[in-house]
């Protein structure tokens, strides 16, 4: 990434713990401490497939081009390893890095760009 995007998109300097949380505040919360309770207990294979079910079908396909459909068709299969990958991230607090990943790419912001900032990146 050149010089110019990495200067727009750097991490703040000198931002301490203190701050984070007083920003973090700002932020409306939509749950009460039981139903954060909830979503931080183990899932069940039970609950991972009534998840799946609940899901609209006619959705289009993820970034694997897998439907709903096909994990709903394939769930004795694919089931328990769906599972591991939502515990992995219920227990790590993080979601695995393939799930994540991106393509940057620039778009230009007009028709004949001349310099970066004739340009828009965004991720694919």
Known sequence: M??????IYRAPQNVNLVEIIRVAQLFPRFLDQEEGRELTKEVIIGKLEATLKWIKKDKSPGLDRWSIDFYLAFFETLGVDLLKVNEHSRINGEILEYFTSTFITLIPKSDNPSTFDDYRPISL
Do not use: A, I, M
């Open 2 to 7: 050149s010089f110019h995007f990495k200067q």
